[in-house]
C-alpha cells in the first residue's frame, strides 16, 4: 500500500486560510480496554472512561453550541448500544456519526471479513440514530489495517481520519491509482490524548496531565503556523473524557474563538472531504 500526497495548493471556501476540523472519539471506558489491551480493566481506570458520557460529553455539546459549530464525532458501535441517549443527544446537536471500530478492536491484524461484519454492524447502529449513511472512519489507536483502504472503497466510504503523513488533506492514491478517498490526516500533537490521557494501569501508558494554558499555547502555535502556510489541516483529535474536564473545556473554546477571528473554516470531516474531493475531481478534469 502506497500512499501519496496530491492535496497541495488547495483554496478553502470563503478566501479562509485553513480547514479546522474538532473531532472527538466518544469511546468511554472501550478506549482504556483498548490501552492495556484488555477487557477486564480496573475499577478505578473504567471510571475515568465513564467521565465522557457521564458528564465530559454535555460539557463539548454546550461549547460547540455556544460557537455555533458542527463537529465530527467518531463512536464505536457499541457505545451506540451502550449510550444510546449520549448518541442521539450528539445526532440531534446536529453533529455527524462515523465509524470507529466496533468495540474499539485496536488489534493489527484482525481478520478481514471479523472487520467488515463489524462495520456492517456499526454502519447500521450509526445510521439508526440520525438516518445517514456513514461517510468517515477512523481506526481505533490509529491501528490501520493493510486491507481498510479496499474495505472503505468497497464500502463507499468518503474519508478516513487517521494517517499522519503530511498537513495537508489528500486523495489516496494506491500503486499509481487515484482512489476517491479524502485522507484528514490527524497528528499526535493535536490530540487531547498526548497531554490529558492519565492511568495507573498499565506502567507503558502516560500517567501525567498537562496545565490547560501549556497545551493551548501549542495548538494555538500549531494553528498559527498551518495557517500561515495557507493549505493545510489541522485535524483536532479529543476524547469528551479527557478534554471534557471544566479547565480543558474553557481553553478549546478560548482557542475555538482565536481560531475564528483567524481565519479559520471550522467544519465537519464530511464537509471538508467533500470539498476535497470535489476540488481533486475539478483539477482532474482540468489536466484532461
Ligand atoms: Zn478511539
Not at 498559527?224 to 502556510?229: C, G, T, V
Amino acid at each position: 500500500m502506497i500512499f501519496l500526497k496530491n492535496g497541495e495548493g488547495i483554496r478553502w471556501p470563503h478566501g479562509k486560510r485553513i480547514a479546522v476540523m474538532l473531532t472527538f472519539d466518544f469511546d468511554a471506558e472501550l478506549l482504556r480496554q483498548s490501552v492495556i489491551g484488555k477487557k477486564e480493566i480496573g475499577f478505578s481506570d473504567r471510571s475515568r472512561g465513564l467521565y465522557g458520557p457521564h458528564e465530559g460529553l454535555a460539557r463539548c455539546l454546550a461549547m460547540l453550541k455556544r460557537q455555533e459549530i458542527r463537529s465530527t464525532f467518531f463512536v464505536p458501535g457499541k457505545i451506540v448500544e451502550e449510550y444510546p441517549e449520549e448518541v442521539h443527544a450528539i445526532a440531534e446537536a446536529g453533529h455527524e456519526l462515523a465509524y470507529h471500530g466496533y468495540d474499539h478492536d485496536a488489534r493489527i491484524g484482525i481478520p478481514e471479513a471479523e472487520e467488515e461484519a463489524n462495520m456492517e454492524k456499526s454502519e447500521k447502529l450509526l445510521q439508526s440514530v440520525n438516518g445517514e449513511t456513514v461517510a468517515g472512519y477512523r481506526a481505533p489507536l490509529d491501528g490501520m489495517q493493510e486491507y481498510s483502504l479496499a474495505l472503505l472503497q468497497k464500502r463507499k466510504y468518503l474519508y478516513s481520519s487517521t494517517l499522519k503523513d503530511c498537513d495537508w488533506a489528500y486523495v489516496h492514491e494506491t500503486d499509481g491509482m487515484e482512489q476517491p478517498i479524502v485522507e484528514l490526516p490527524t497528528e499526535p500533537g493535536i490530540d487531547d490524548f498526548s497531554y490529558f490521557y492519565f492511568s495507573y494501569a498499565d506502567e507503558k501508558t502516560i500517567t501525567c496531565t498537562y496545565p490547560s494554558d501549556y497545551v493551548y499555547d501549542i495548538w494555538k502555535d500549531y494553528f498559527d503556523e498551518l495557517a500561515s502556510e495557507g493549505d493545510k489541516v489541522m485535524v483536532l483529535k479529543l476524547h469528551p473524557q479527557l478534554i471534557g474536564r471544566v479547565s480543558r473545556i474553557r481553553m478549546l473554546e478560548r482557542l475555538v474563538l482565536y481560531m475564528k477571528q483567524n481565519g479559520a473554516w471550522i467544519t465537519t470531516c464530511r464537509e471538508a472531504a467533500q470539498y476535497v474531493l470535489n476540488d481533486w475531481k475539478q483539477r482532474k478534469g482540468g489536466e484532461q
